[in-house]
């Protein structure tokens, strides 16, 4: 029988700081769930939706308080979505894969996880850091940068890190800020710099803002997206951003996944900081997606032991999560 075994709250550093338009995190607290059978044990990881109101400490009591059946299914009817939903669904993958004696891309019907050109984010700063900071990035090998924008000033600092990284591919992140100025002009200008990809211009709730809007490049939904029951209201959206975090795990993830898809939008994969306990999951979902963005553990000081790693801005599947020591998964 399956029981929950654990619902903690881990803190861990950042690198420096990591700055977006509505403030700067110099530490990341992510909620740990176990789960476990009496010969196995899952985990999970998750990183609460601050933007939402949610805490760490309330995503591991609700872990702690849930009174359901420990299936994936039943999750999602009976836990709303949210990263503790995402811790909990993601430590019961785990388990299943080590009680099947099988990897969970091959329980998910998945290709086997191949090397990902994940982006690397460019914290939101004057020009001249993000300059910088998108040199060094390239010199790592990061061939798709992603820039934080505030709403102003954002044509200088997307110059300022062209000349930096002039041969890098660049996607931006507005976080909502883009309420006040004209978002086809302003997507359009950026464009012109080399941008292939805006996210999120507009608060959730005013996707309305969109309509009508041309744009010579397409808009990303984040905080308008998170699970497949949102994709009705989109319409002035050609991709959306699927974070686990968002959606309340991995199944559902993949479930947005297809119905992204079948409605021929773009799909972009992204995480909130954490741990590579956190982003493997994920990196399963990313498997074909047209922008990857999973370089949450790379933002902190530090990861666990056994963490993802980059090879020349390639995240690298490791054995951190879902994977089955001693078996052959081929």
């Not at 820039?147 to 200088?156: F, I, W």
């Not at 006040?180 to 005013?206: F, K, S, T, Y």
């Amino acid at each position: 029988m399956v029981k929950l075994l654990s619902a903690t709250v881990e803190r861990w550093p950042v690198a420096g700081s990591f700055i977006i338009s509505r403030g700067a995190k110099t530490h990341v607290d992510v909620i740990v769930c176990e789960v476990g059978d009496g010969a196995h044990v899952g985990r999970g990881e998750a990183t609460a939706i601050y933007y939402e109101g949610e805490t760490a400490e309330d995503c591991a009591l609700a872990i702690r308080s849930y009174d359901g059946p420990l299936d994936r299914q039943a999750l999602l009817g009976k836990m709303d979505r949210g990263a503790a939903r995402n811790a909990l669904d993601c430590a019961l993958w785990d388990l299943e894969a080590k009680m099947a004696g099988r990897p969970v891309w091959q329980l998910a019907g998945l290709d086997r996880p191949g090397l990902l050109p994940t982006a690397f984010t460019i914290s939101l700063n004057d020009p001249a850091q993000m300059q910088a900071d998108a040199r060094a990035a390239a010199a790592r090998g990061f061939g798709l940068l992603k820039c934080k924008l505030t709403g102003e000033g954002d044509r200088e600092r997307i110059k300022a890190v062209r000349a930096g990284a002039p041969s890098v591919r660049l996607i931006v992140d507005a976080n909502e800020s883009w309420a006040n100025m004209d978002i086809g002009a302003e997507a359009d200008a950026l464009g012109r710099l080399g941008v292939e990809l805006v996210e999120q211009p507009v608060p959730h709730g005013r996707e309305d803002m969109l309509d009508g809007v041309r744009s010579s490049i397409p808009f990303c939904a984040d905080e308008s997206c998170h699970t497949s029951d949102d994709l009705d209201r989109l319409t002035g959206f050609s991709a959306v951003n699927i974070k686990l975090d968002k959606a309340g795990g991995l199944t559902e993830a993949l479930r947005l996944r297809s119905a992204a898809r079948a409605r021929g939008l773009k799909v972009m994969v992204g995480c909130m900081l954490g741990t590579s306990l956190g982003i493997a999951p994920a990196a399963l979902v990313a498997q074909g997606a047209d922008w990857i963005d999973l370089d949450g553990a790379l933002l902190l000081a530090k990861d666990r032991d056994g963490a993802l790693m980059m090879h020349d801005g390639l995240l690298e599947p490791g054995t951190l999560w879902g994977e089955v020591d001693g078996v052959e998964s081929a």
